[in-house]
């Protein structure tokens, strides 16, 4: 585990997005340091997707501020954009574009220096350097996984985003996505979105529940209770479905 | 920054020709429907027989037939992009949004154009031989098309991007489209039938469509430029 | 509550205006004869229809006003306005529709003319009716408002393009008022029926924003129940 140091990572601060009355998160506040890895958990609409849009820049607060790596996500966000990078359920590929090219290209969008090299680096790092010729399409949903990690990881993020990485995986995939999650795990900071109550505690260094657009719970994982823990998770889920 | 933005507009044009060309889904449809389209004048034109003169119907008959055929492009390429939530990874990346339109349209126009360039001979054939042909010169009918492409590959680009959101896609695109294009089509019709008949009336009113199309393309670009910010992140 | 009573005010007003002006078109102002000294009677409808027609691009420019305005602030109550300038534009839309075909049918004797001031009024009905189509089809309500936004102002710059476009071709629509040969009773008729409608289409428009901000506080207060 990371020494975490002091500087937060990412740093929320009475966030609050609404369209009229409507609140999708609604004075959100907590922060985490460089290095940690912060599991968000919570009912389905309960904002968790739109706090991840938002730390992402994909979306603007409506009051209240949210600053990634030190950048606020308004102000900052161009800067900010190549600093962060999103693993989602969702592979985010071109079908039709061969793993390399679906790479090479993401590595333009960043401007990447020397972008061949990097991306060989990258399709060795995932093992999917022998299928680089083909296209996406072919692909199982393990090896997709793999390559949209490679694909977040090309222009050297220092916060990854992960948006319910392990939802569709089989086992064998899961496994493969730990390792490379545990490999990268010393450089990078973490914030993951999941409804996997046990894979979210297992990873993490602090834990957030979400429930209509509130913090219902904020603690590093040393200080968690677990029972109390499940117990408040399955209250706000509601019918315990985890 | 100018230099990344430049980067980024080659190679979202790049993957989009290179995707176009591996699975040939745009131009291929697109010139299916052209050539059904075709056969279906003919059907339309059969009882009127010889006593008609093709030309002065033609200019119509071409962009009802191009009008129709460019939503199907328009539609197809942001499809792909949101399949596997592409355009997400897109606007994570440090792009500036009107890359992302530029990019976009320059790659619709382009494919536009090769798609109307491969038909019209093959209408003109069709249709025009042993008839009076054109009348005036072909560049003229050239102009006509890239002026006219402009307009609809820009307010077609933003409309997409529009449509690929709703339920229903293509039939919302046609609604939405259709009735903006309205003053483009009437003056592309005007642009082309001036250029088919020839002489010096024609080129004169044929100087004053194409300043309509510029006009319009100049305003209705500008505009979807300007709004396809919004748009995209919405 | 003070821009409410206005509404109501403006209400009466705008139907006593109207009502005057039409009773003035048929008791007052002089008929116009044709040149051959026939009276004109169809023309009449025209104190009714240029009012409506005028109504109708007015409150569309509120389409657009709101739609950049919601555009710069993403706040839904300009969204609301913009909303609403619309219904309002499409019924006046739709009303001089109506009027310009009863009068090409007794004039024209045909029920519909391919003719610029037409064809413009039906491309914008079109616009204006697609406007509502997108609306019906995206879920998001922050996403529907910014495609509405996005559309009704590339609508309202549209409009007067095809209007202009259409006139280019010539037109056979009548030039009903003529300027300076306008007898001052047909003039100030006009004018009262030209007033009288925009009081009504900024009742209109007030009384049912009025409506959606009631619904909207009604929800605001269901969501604080359930909190």
Known sequence: MPEPVDQPAVEVRDLTRAFGVRKALDGVSFSVPEGAFLSVFGPNGAGKTTLLKVLTTLVAPSSGSARVCGLDVVE????????????????????????????????????VERPEERVRELLEAVELDHRRLDTTRTFSRGMLQRLSIARALLHRPDVLFLDEPYSGLDPHAMDILDSLVASIRQHHTFVMVSHDLEKGLELCTHALILAQGRVVLFEKREDIDERAFRATYRSVVGMGVS | MGSLSWRQFKAILRKDIVMELRTREMLTSMGLYAILTMVVYQIALVEAGEGLDVRLVMPGLIWVAFIFMSMLGLNRSFVHEKDQGCLDALLLAPIDRPVIFLAKFAGNLLFLLVVEALTLPVFAFLFLQGRAGFGGPLWMVALVLVGASIGISGIGTLLATISVNTTGKDIMLAVLFVPLQYPLLRAAVGATFAAVIGGPDATASFWNWMGWIAGFDIIMVLAAFGLYEFVIEA | MKRGYLAEVMLVLGAVLTTAAFLMTFFWAPPSVYPDGRVDFAQKIFYFHVPVAEASFLVFFFTAFYGVRFLMTKRKEFDVKARIATEVTLFFVLLTMATGILWTRVEWNVWWQWEPRLTTYFIMTLLVIGYFVLRNSVEDEERRATYAAAFGILAFIDAPISFFITRVVQSTHPVVFKSGGLEPPMLVTFIVGQIGMLMLGYAFYQLRLKEEE????????????GG
């Open chain 3, 214 to 225: 009631l619904k909207e506080r009604l929800e605001a207060l269901k969501i604080g129940l």
């Open chain 1, 76 to 111: 900052g966000a161009v800067e900010l954009r190549s600093r962060i990078g999103l693993i989602s359920h969702n592979p985010l590929l071109y079908p039709d574009l061969t793993a390399e090219e679906n790479l090479l290209f993401f590595a333009e969008m960043y401007g």
